[in-house]
Every structure is written in C-alpha cells, then in structure tokens.
C-alpha cells in the first residue's frame, strides 16, 4: 500500500512538470517585445549646433524625399558617441529613423561633399532678395478661438511658437501634452523676470470640420491660457492642409480620429524657420529656449 501510494505521488508530479513547462516556454515568448516599424532616411546636412551633453544637436539639412521639407531642427542621438569629434560648422550625413512615439539619427559622419554648404551658400546670397516676396501662406486666414480672423502676417516682430493638434485627441502623450508644453511654456515665459513679450503661440487644429471656435475655446480654457499670447487656429480645410504640409506634418482619418505625427515649429521674430522639434513629449524647456532667441531676432 506504501509502494503504491509513494508511486502514485511520483505519478502526480512527473504530470505536473509536464504539464507547467510548456505554459512557462509559452509565457517566455509572449513576453518579448513586439518589433516596432521603423522608418529610415538617408539624410545630409549642415551640423549648426552640439548640445553640451552630445545627447541632441541642431541640423540644417536637405530635404528628406517623402518624409520633410529642408530646414534646421533639433535631432537626439541615443549614443553620444555618434556626435564625438563634430563640430558646429561641419558637412555631415546621418541615418534618421523614425517610430510611432520618437526619433533620433546614427550612422552620423562628416562630409567632404561641399553640394550642401554651396547650395546653402548660394541662398545666403540670394537671401535679401527672396524676403522681399511673402509666401502666399502669411496671407492665408484662418480664425482664432474667439471667432477673429487671423493671418500669420499678422505676427510679424514676435516670435511664434507653432504646432498642430486636434480637441478629440484621446491620448495623453500626444496632442494633450503638445497643449501642455505651450501652457507651462507660458507659465514660465511670464514668470521670467525682464522677459520679452513679442510672442506668440499658435495651436492649429488638423480637425477644422469638429474644432469650431466655440469647441476651441473651451479646450483653451482647460489650460488656462492667455489670448493675448496664445491662440487656438482653426480655418478652411484647404488652408489647414497646406500649412500643415508646408510645416511637415502629415494626418489621415483612422477609426473616427485622426493618426498624424508631430511638429513644433518655432518661427523667429523676423519670420524665418529658427527650429523644428519632430516629436512629442516634454518640450516646455526648449520652447522657452527657443523662443527668448526668436524674440530678440530683428529684421535681416
């Protein structure tokens, strides 16, 4: 009876083993990590700047075929050896890879091809006389969230702070925390002592159909903004369309809402592209940053 019952128990565990190894195999492949979609670009550019820390630096560069137009934005790099042995000044090419929720660039190396200074070179030259034209977008109209007309020639001699958005954004992360950056920016823009007061922030919704001025001012009103300093766009939706377009940001419908990326843009004082941020995230700091170097710009 003894032999029978120690068999017995023997029988049960040699069952039980069998029968957990398998779901702990299975439990250790569901965990992996999904693999993310990386986009990829081939990039060339002028490096204007190196961040202290050699975490992010600031790039002109070329436009990128199917993804952005030419202009100087901040990058980050996940490893700081990337940026070793640069300096502000140097002709460099670059991978940029792009997710969902973050970018950043690698493969960084200097270059000897002079294409990009002399084709930037040649737009210093011609610089006085292309600003003597405004691009039709300053003139377009768009309508603020008290019902007012609105153009971006309006602004002129302040410094703009630009990004795109819709009121029905259900994430956090994404157009919640770009409205976010704009109202601590401001908050700590207004605390500053001798602080400029020739800006401007601009929030364009991608949703014009939805986003009335009635439906703006009461999203404004969460986030206890100033009008004198920030306003909320909306406006017909072939102008929203190209402004967004021309700023590099692109958007479709997907399921009810609407998918797009992000783009801070920061326009200077005289009304030149002074910096591009493509992502999301906590960007109050460097707004504010940017936006004390904008506003001190004069026209050239």
Not at 114 to 132: G, I, P
Not at 210 to 229: C, F, I, Q
Request: charged share 15%.
């Amino acid at each position: 009876m003894k032999r029978a019952l120690l068999l017995l128990i023997g029988l049960f565990c040699w069952v039980l083993i069998s029968w957990r190894a398998p779901r702990l195999q299975v439990a250790s492949v569901s965990s992996a990590p999904a693999p993310t979609n990386v986009q990829k670009f081939q990039v060339t550019g002028l490096l204007k700047e190196l961040k202290p820390d050699h975490r992010s630096a600031v790039i002109q560069h070329d436009a990128i075929s199917n993804y952005m137009p030419a202009m100087a934005m901040s990058f980050k790099v996940k490893n700081t050896n990337e940026l070793a042995g640069l300096r502000a000044g140097d002709s460099i090419s670059f991978r940029l890879l792009v997710t969902q929720d973050e970018s950043w660039i690698d493969h960084v190396t200097r270059s000897s091809s002079s294409s990009f200074l002399s084709v930037h070179a040649e737009t210093n030259l011609n610089s006085a006389a292309s600003r003597t034209s405004v691009h039709p977008l300053m003139n377009y109209q768009f309508t603020n969230e008290l019902g007012q007309p609105v153009t971006l020639a309006g602004f002129h001699g302040q410094a703009l702070g630009i990004t795109f958005f819709f009121t029905r954004c259900p994430i956090p992360e994404y157009c919640p925390r770009l409205s976010r950056n704009f109202a601590e920016a401001s908050q700590k823009l207004a605390a500053m002592p001798n602080a400029p007061t020739n800006w401007h922030f601009l929030s364009v919704s991608i949703d014009p159909q939805m986003d009335t001025p009635s439906v703006l001012r009461t999203y404004a009103g969460r986030y206890h903004y100033d009008p004198n300093h920030w306003s909320f766009l909306t406006g017909p939706v072939d102008n929203v369309r190209e402004l967004a377009r021309q700023s590099g940001v692109t958007y479709e419908p997907d399921n009810g809402l609407l998918n797009h990326n992000f783009r801070t843009l920061i326009i200077d004082a005289s009304g030149h592209l002074q910096m591009s941020f493509p992502i999301g995230g906590n960007l109050s700091d460097s707004i504010v940053t940017e936006i004390l170097k904008a506003a001190a710009v004069t026209n050239r």
